[in-house]
């Protein structure tokens, strides 16, 4: 399984509404990401966890809360959003590696589809 | 802090003809990464070729090549027999030492191939 799955892959919601996006890896990856993505512009880095613990907060509005409950699961749970938030939403994951001594990450994500964002 | 630079925001090409991509970075690591990523209209993000900087030699994937020059701190993307299913936005993408947890991604470069 080399998937990363995100649900919804459409979402409509008004600016006092709460809703959360989804996304779940079964490939044992241990980094997990969210990534917000304008049209025509390059994902823009919201959050990682690296085994289960957030270690990136790419100074996101506290509108936009990630959780991670478990090390196949992540989740954006979005409240009080703007219009300007609307857009894809993009989960990612990527393996834990060991390269010369030296721990990191192999910087191969694997990207879900997307959930699609429109704040009224 | 390190950057990546896609000059071309686009590029086209005649399906079975070959095309290069460029992109160039400036860290001040010497030991890093390097990726082209695809996205497809409408389709999920997928890495393409990955060159690690302390391997002289170019990687390859089939179709595609990369041409990375160290100190030029260039890395481009040649795609040959270029086919419709190429068509897609490309992203360079740079990962720090040890393979960090964080990719900086270039603008993009939009690839049309025409039939």
């Not at chain 1, 509404?17 to 079964?26: D, F, I, M, T, W």
């Not at chain 1, 991670?68 to 009080?80: D, E, G, R, T, Y």
Request: proline share 5%; aromatic share 10%; glycine share 6%.
């Amino acid at each position: 399984d080399t998937e990363v799955t995100q649900t919804p892959k459409h979402l409509v919601m008004g600016m006092t509404n709460k809703k959360s996006l989804k996304c779940e890896q079964h490939m044992g990856h241990r980094a997990m990401y969210w990534y917000k993505q304008k049209a025509k512009k390059p994902p823009e880095l919201m959050f990682v966890y690296s085994y289960e613990k957030l270690s990136i907060n790419e100074s996101v509005p506290s509108r936009f809360s990630p959780e991670c409950p478990n090390s196949s699961l992540l989740n954006l749970h979005l409240h009080a959003l703007q219009p300007e938030d609307s857009a894809l939403y993009l989960c990612a994951s990527s393996r834990s590696t060991s390269v010369r001594g030296l721990a990191g990450y192999s910087g191969e994500l694997f990207f879900g589809e997307g959930s699609r964002l429109t704040v009224l | 802090a390190q950057t990546v630079t896609q000059s071309q925001p686009e590029m086209s090409v005649q399906e079975a003809e070959t095309v290069t991509l460029s992109c160039t970075y400036d860290t001040s690591e010497s030991d890093y990464y390097l990726f082209w990523y695809k996205q497809p209209p409408s389709r999920q993000m997928i890495l393409v070729i990955r060159q690690e900087a302390y391997k002289q030699q170019n990687a390859t994937e089939n179709r595609f090549s990369v041409n990375f020059q160290k100190a030029a701190k260039s890395f481009s993307l040649k795609i040959s027999d270029s086919q419709l299913g190429d068509a897609a936005m490309y992203f360079c993408a740079y990962s720090g030492q040890g393979g960090s947890e964080k990719l900086v991604f270039g603008k993009g470069t939009k690839l049309t191939v025409n039939p």
